[in-house]
């Protein structure tokens, strides 16, 4: 027998078998076993759960729509039911209450619900604006100028945006809103308020000021000297945090690539906006200018809550104790696994 004939192993032996990526047979049963708890342990992308994202129908929400017209989210894997809702008040709202597993809110609905409940973490603002709200008066209501107010019946949504930008601008005015009739009403009910004179001026969020204008004869915006950046923010459910991080990145991964898609290609982010809201060209040149589209977790985002969380407790606007810390109520690994350099946080 030659050399290579005695190194040769024996047809069926081990080392032939382990050669060929087979197992001996006495450990054939304890692979079947690993491979069986494999298959049962590890994640299946066809077993997902359906997220459930409350969405406020807003210009602000664009990324969103983006997304979801395009297929974004479905690329990473996700499956979202998009709910969508007037404001983001009403989006928290569904939040907190189990009908929503996410939802968008701007800070100033972040500070409102935090004196009701912390079982919410901020993931990163998406949105921002810096005119967004506006002030827009009804014909022969007599208000000419901010100091025209007092007395005056003044319509906005309570613990919304709006309701901080309208506070705001009165004491810039010189005015205390507290010395003012200021009163809730919700934004799709303002026209019709201004119409019967029910109201002589309403404070709201866009789309809302553009649509008063084209169905209110006479109606005009009050400009506003104040200058206040709006920040909008992807909000999840506590029960979120901690337990679906990968897919909290890959819906952030998604919206970071639709706002590429905004800013490489504006006139057919237009046309979809336009699409969603059901509004014309002439919305959109009116808004555009005011919004940017790009993915963040920074200090401007963590002072403004707190300086409005001051705001509303010095006005009397919520009862309760505040959170200590309004980092406690962001939660930024997701997005620092997504665009670390969109996170700008002192943590």
Known sequence: ???????????????????????????????????????????????????????????????????????YFADEGLKLQLQEMVGGHRAMQALLDGQADLATASETVLVFNSFKSRQFAVLGGFASSNKDSKLIVRAGAGIAQWQDMPGKRIGTVQAAASHYWLDTSLLAAGLDPRALKVQHAQPEHMAELLKRGDLDAVAAWEPYPFKILQTVPGSR???????????????????????????????????????????????????????????????????????????????????????????????????????????????????????????????
């Open 1 to 71: 027998m030659d050399r290579d004939q005695t190194q040769r192993p024996i047809a069926g032996s081990a080392p032939q078998r382990r050669a060929q990526g087979l197992r001996a047979p006495k450990s054939s049963g304890l692979a079947l076993l690993i491979a069986l708890s494999w298959a049962v342990c590890a994640p299946q992308a066809s077993a997902a759960e359906t997220l459930r994202l409350a969405v406020s129908a807003t210009p602000l929400s664009l990324p969103i729509f983006v997304a979801d017209k395009l297929n």
């Open 221 to 347: 915006v009050l400009p506003s000297s104040i200058s206040y950046r709006l920040s909008f923010n992807l909000v999840a459910g506590q029960a979120l945090i901690g337990t679906r991080d990968e897919e909290l990145a890959r819906l952030l991964r998604a919206l970071e690539r639709a706002e590429r898609f905004i800013a490489d290609k504006p006139a057919q982010a237009q046309a979809l906006l336009r699409e969603r809201l059901k509004l014309d060209q002439g919305f959109i040149d009116w808004v555009w200018p005011s919004y940017q589209y790009r993915l963040s977790l920074d200090q401007a985002l963590l002072a403004s809550l707190e300086a409005q969380a001051r705001w509303a407790q010095r006005e009397g606007h919520v009862t309760g104790e505040r959170p200590l810390n309004y980092l406690s109520l962001i939660y930024s690994k997701p997005l620092r696994q997504v665009a670390p350099a969109a996170v700008s946080l002192i943590e």
